[in-house]
């Protein structure tokens, strides 16, 4: 009972302890998708198709006779995964770039960075990441040796456009962390300033970061059904929520609800489960609410 | 004011400078030139030449930027494009009034009713306020608008049919027609919006209420709604603020509304032009999209100013 309590006070609370509930079950049903998906999500069957939910289909089957609860299950590896890693990219080029220009400030450098992100971040990330799939193309891009799937290349975008957010972030909080009294204690103690910097000044400036981080997920699923709705992102047969979501348009207008019905609740759901972690994990980590809640999508 | 005014401007255009400097990189920078899109893999070196001249796709990309940019601020002219050899001014000016009316209503509407709503949300006790809290992660899931938008289509079109379903009909065709017609579309864009306006006014109000000045204000007598009156102008800051970025995010996310209501706006026609590889085209939308985003948060910024007289002062 103990560590339950000190569970939920990780997470900040009854509120985050419920998102990272959804989130667990989420990744839980992403990891075991082929063993938890009762069909195979692009076995066609035309005898079977928009069948209402039922003993054998639970949610039903959509117009090629596939189940749609398999096609929910494996359409969660797209949209977390191209969320997943996007905010990885954004973690790992937004930080660094952050610290820096806040731990060396009042150099050109910082100047030069800061107001060219500012201005990067003019534009919402959904528009940013349509133009840039619109300008490179929905096909795969080949590289010779590698080729870049569609979904990669989503996500590498997205994983750019969140370097801005991270980046101003780490900024605004290495701005306040480096004038600390300890930085100049670490200083006069003859320790040079890049490693003060990522041992010291980068494990203060985490917390606003992480919890952004858990939003940006949800953001990031977001964006990636947006994106996937309207043909830009993941390819049918490959299932993805937003995809199911754009050939349930379709059949919208004869009735057959649960086409679009359920994807969407799975969105729904999943971007809910990432916001009350995140909400709860700001109690938790950051108090003065310096993370930006507001709408950043 | 003056100074403020000045000051943001600067970073506005400095921001369009750098978004189109971006956009015009990259555009001019992908492996498929407008040449090869228009005149096919058949085309011999000559062709391609002869197009890239006519089009000045010959000059050094700088050049090509200062012409471009040129012509767009000094003339408004966004040129024709490579691949449709279409007008795209005229393509702009047929669907960016669709796009702009859409938004608007649910500006206002999502702007109407925080502020209303927020007022009322104050006299929620602080014992309920945790409920209220919890609906935070809640209304965030209304991010995913094009799921609520087919949920709506479903009742209030498809099983009773007070709304159509999509299409845009034009106010000189039909006025009742018309209203129901962007009805919907308007909601779904200004729903989410509402409820974090909404969140915002209620928190920011509930701050300025609990001020020494306001207490002031209450017990030399005024009346309370011009109580609530000084209170909101003080409260409004941040709410102008998020409310102006909210405008530009909106703009983004008609793209998704006009594509669930098959409604031929300004978003539309970028998604076209993306599928035809038209990458003039996007160019130019994505350029509109800019200014208009720069434009809503300038002008939050002056609202600000002269909400908020210390705003400005503190630029000067």
Known sequence: MNRLNRIVALCGGAVGFAGACIVAVLLVVTIFAPEIAPFDPLQVNIQNQLLEPGDTYWLGTDQSGRDILSRIVWGSRASLMVSAFAVIIGLAGGVPIGLVAGFYRGGWLEQAIMRVLEAVSAIPVLIWAIALVGILGVRNIDLGPITISNEAKLLALLGLLYIPTLARLTYTTALIESQANYVAARRLQGVTGARIMFSDVLPNCLSPVIVQATLLLAIGIIIEAAISFVGLGVQPPTPSWGNMLASARDYLLSGEWWLSVFPGAAISLTVIGFNLLGDGLRDRFDPRHTTAAGVAA | ?316
């Open chain 2, 1 to 316: 004011m003056l100074v403020l005014f000045f000051r943001r401007a600067a970073f506005s255009a400095f921001s369009l400078l750098v978004v189109s400097l971006l956009l015009f990189v990259l555009t001019r920078s992908i492996p498929d030139s407008p040449a090869r899109i228009v005149l096919g893999d058949q085309a011999t070196e000559q062709q391609i030449a002869q197009f890239e001249r006519d089009h000045g796709l010959d000059q050094p990309i700088i050049a090509q930027y200062l012409s471009w940019i040129g012509n767009l601020t000094l003339r408004g002219d966004l040129g024709r494009s490579f691949t449709t050899g279409l007008d795209m001014n005229k393509q702009v000016v047929d669907t960016l009034p669709v796009t702009l009316e859409i938004v608007a209503v649910a500006f206002v509407a999502a702007t109407a009713a925080s502020v209303m709503l927020g007022d009322r949300l104050c006299a929620v006790p602080r014992r309920r306020s945790r409920l209220l809290r919890a609906a935070n992660g809640g209304d965030r899931s209304l991010c995913s608008r094009f799921w609520i938008a087919l949920v709506l289509i479903l009742a209030f079109a498809v099983e009773r049919d007070w709304f159509p379903p999509g299409g845009f009909i034009p106010i000189s065709q039909d006025l009742g027609g018309h209203v129901r017609s962007i009805a919907l579309p308007s909601f779904c864009l200004s729903i989410f919006y509402m409820a974090v306006l909404t969140r915002m006014t209620r928190s920011s109000l509930l701050e300025v209420l609990g001020q020494d000045y306001m207490r002031t204000a209450r017990a030399t007598g005024l009346h309370p709604a011009r109580v609530l009156l000084y209170a909101l102008r003080n409260a409004l800051v941040p709410v102008v603020t998020i409310a102006g970025v909210s405008f530009g995010h909106m703009f983004g996310w008609a793209l998704i509304i006009e594509q669930i209501f098959s409604i031929d706006g300004l978003s539309r026609a970028l998604l076209t032009a993306i599928l035809r590889r038209d990458y003039a085209m996007v160019q130019a939308v994505v350029m509109i999209f800019t200014l208009v985003f720069v434009g809503a948060n300038l002008l939050a910024d002056l609202a600000n100013g002269w909400l908020n007289p210390r705003l400005a002062a503190a630029a000067e």
